[in-house]
């Protein structure tokens, strides 16, 4: 099942690039010169590897 960026919640767990990460914030920006709100999302795996995320507010993420 897929989810937008900005409909995320802390507690989603996220498949990204083969691995499982689990959403610890998520933050949308105000509109930028591309004309889009961005939202930055930082999700931690199962190991503890930290990530910062920044995709346009309707990009498509895989939920598990």
Wanted: net charge positive.
């Amino acid at each position: 099942m897929k989810k937008e960026a900005k409909k995320l919640k802390k507690g989603d767990k996220i498949k990204l690039a083969g691995r499982t990460f689990t959403v610890n914030e998520t933050e949308l920006s105000e509109i930028g010169k591309q004309g889009t709100k961005k939202c930055r999302i930082i999700a931690e795996s199962e190991s503890g590897e930290k990530i910062v995320i920044i995709r346009p507010e309707d990009y498509p993420i895989e939920v598990i």
